[in-house]
């Protein structure tokens, strides 16, 4: 059983169009977490989620809306795709009571 | 914001040599944990550490906390193949708050 899946594996699209990652976890963890790998490999948080409740948002463009619908779903929706959008978005969850966290799959976006 | 130093940033070694890693903090973090990510997947997590001092095993891996809490190790003895990977270290001074990842370590090994 796959503990964090994410859907698409891949998606490739034009600039300009709206787009959507889903996220589901099977682990019961109460935390879920969207990170952002760069082509250069470097990992960043963009939000976190907690029981479907928002409580980190870093500085990401209010084009990415995370939407929760219950604590083991995180989608991520992207409005208005820009070429700087392309890079690899992981879903990640994890137990509030630890810092350990797991990762799904990932999903590679490219915008053309 | 805190930030990660991690080094090497990357390292070509022949088969059955040992490996070491290392990730340095400018403050202090509650838990250090230790990330494999192979192409085309996501990290998968080797080793956490929750406890200044805590040194902790995983078959060929070894991985510690420093004493300072600013700073961790990671240790791979008897390199194989299958070693091959980005390694991120991960620190975090919270529970259920978002990890900084350090800037990872390819480990490239020949055979």
């Known amino acids: 059983d796959t503990a964090v899946s994410q859907t698409p594996k891949y998606l490739v699209t034009q600039m300009g169009n709206d787009k959507s990652i889903k996220c589901e976890q099977n682990?019961?963890?109460?935390?879920m977490y969207w990170y952002k790998q760069d082509s250069k490999k470097f990992l960043k948080i963009m939000f976190s989620?907690?029981?479907?409740?928002?409580?980190i948002n870093e500085t990401v463009p209010n084009r990415f809306s995370p939407k929760s619908p219950d604590k083991a779903h995180l989608n991520l929706h992207i409005n208005s795709l820009e070429l700087g959008d392309s890079a690899v978005y992981f879903c990640?969850?994890?137990?509030?009571?630890?810092?350990?966290?797991?990762f799904g799959p990932g999903t590679r976006l490219t915008v053309l | 914001g805190q930030q990660l130093n991690q080094s090497p940033q990357s390292m070509f070694i022949q088969e059955g040599e040992d490996v070491s890693m290392n990730c340095t903090s400018s403050?202090?973090?509650?838990?250090w944990l230790w990330y494999k990510q192979d192409p085309g997947e996501g990290p998968v997590l080797l080793i956490a550490?929750?406890?200044?001092?805590e040194l902790t095993s995983n078959g060929r891996l070894t991985a510690q906390f420093g004493i300072t809490r600013k700073d961790s190790f990671l240790n791979i003895s008897a390199s194989i193949p299958s070693d091959v990977g980005i390694y991120f270290c991960?620190?975090?001074?919270?529970?259920?708050?978002?990890?900084?990842f350090g800037k990872g370590t390819t480990l490239s090994v020949s055979s």
């Open positions: 682990l019961g963890h109460d935390t």
């Open positions: 550490l929750y406890k200044a001092g």
């Open positions: 991960a620190g975090a001074n919270q529970a259920g708050t978002a990890l900084i």
């Open positions: 990640a969850s994890s137990q509030v009571a630890t810092d350990t966290q797991y």
């Open positions: 403050s202090i973090f509650n838990t």
């Open positions: 989620y907690n029981n479907k409740e928002l409580i």
